[in-house]
């Protein structure tokens, strides 16, 4: 008998952890927190520890708690891509440095984090792995470069999990692999399963008209978005319909960036973001920062929901004046300084509260699957039976599910332990 334990991304967006009790192994697939809260949350402990960690992609949501197992005194082994090893890297020092800024302790140090980057595992798509008497195999899920859905075999039974997956193509990558096997159980991310995705393309054109008529006032335009794939997603966008005016990166976004070059088999078209990056500048010094306010320009910059970064140091300077916009590219959570703003007109986070004069509109580019497709892919899998995680409406999803005649749950925290 083999159990399943879901440690958190219940009926929530953050902390996703999911561990495999074969009664031989303990695998667990991603140990992430949740962001937003103060102090930020983990996942619900267990008992010893687990023989290895399938991670399915660097996003802090499901990476941000590896380094509390070196904290504990345990050396897990984690299986993901380089791509994602780097990026993790990134992230848990950005996250320290974050936490020591603002005064909020981690429950890890910078040496726990050095020495969590030293347990990776590099894997292949398609290139089936063994851990005692269970089989896995990582699958493309098209949401950042790196990214997986795994696929578990043990006593032939089969467990897929699919991370957070995209089932369209964008400029930067390919949608999710097209040719998965079937299998008895699913647990599937939620977040897009009450509502479908704006249409790209005119997402698309409506993000170049913004940007033209920015500079057409003269202005500044500051786009913000994810350090991972989201501002490079937009700087092929804005590529497409042709860069002719001064564009800058700044953030966490040139280091990203910099470790997608690296890893170019990853991408949808090996060149693309190089032949785009030719006519961007990166800002590298506060000195650079305010020559570039002089004169009309776009500034592609982290952080993606407002809540620190590069971007408000340009908010700050840039609030009063009616010609130059503010142009967010994703989903902005509950009570994160961009939902407040867009609710509210106005930006307040720390010490900061000033009313927005600038042009501000948001974007759906999300690196999620859409409705449609979630429930198509569903369909394809026919499994046994579907836990419904990552999501604000996952018991919603779940009785769609259930009328649709399949056996599905959407777990909670009274309710996390299963017999598969």
Known sequence: MMELQCLGAMQE?????FLIDTGTEKIMMDYGTKLREV????????????????????????SGGLAIWESNGSA??????????????????????????EGVKLPFTDNDVFNTIKNFIPIEFRQTFKIKKTEF??????HIPGSCMFRLENRGKSIFYTGDFQGIDTHLMEKYDQKIPQSDFLITESTYAQREHADRKIQEKELNDAVRETLGKDGVCIISGFALQRLQEILLILDKFG????????????????????????????DAVDRALQKVTYINSEKM????????????????????????????????????????????????????????????????????????????????????????????????K????????????????????FD?????????????
Not at 76 to 99: A, C, H, N, R, W
Not at 137 to 142: L, P, R, S, V
Not at 410 to 415: D, I, L, R
């Open 13 to 17: 967006v953050g902390r996703s952890a």
């Open 408 to 420: 599905a749950v959407a777990p909670v925290a009274s309710n996390r332990v299963f017999e598969l």
């Open 243 to 270: 860069i002719d005016y001064p564009l800058y990166m700044d953030g966490m976004a040139r280091k990203a960036t910099t470790i997608m070059n690296q890893h170019k088999e990853l991408l949808r078209d090996r």
């Open 76 to 101: 897990v082994p984690i299986y993901s891509f380089g791509i994602t090893k780097q990026f993790v890297e990134m992230l848990l020092y950005d996250s320290l440095k974050i936490s020591h800024e």
């Open 289 to 384: 920062r305010k020559k570039v306010l002089k004169t009309p320009s776009v500034v592609l910059t982290t952080s993606g929901m407002l809540t620190g970064g590069a971007v408000v140091w340009y908010l700050k300077r840039l609030y009063q004046q009616k010609n130059c916009s503010l142009l967010l590219t994703g989903y902005q959570l509950p009570e994160t300084p961009g939902k407040v703003l867009l609710e509210t007109g106005r930006y307040a986070h720390n010490d900061l509260s000033f009313d927005v004069q600038m042009f501000v509109k948001r974007f759906d580019f999300s690196g999620h699957i859409g409705r449609t497709d979630l429930f198509k892919f569903v369909k394809k899998q026919n499994p046994e």
């Open 386 to 405: 579907i836990f419904c995680i990552h999501g604000d409406h996952t018991e919603e999803f779940a009785q769609e599910l259930r009328e649709k005649g």
């Open 137 to 142: 195999t990582a699958f493309d899920a098209g």
């Open 39 to 62: 102090p930020q949350l983990f996942p619900i402990s267990i008992k010893g520890k687990p023989d290895v960690i399938l991670l399915s992609h660097a996003h802090l949501d499901h």
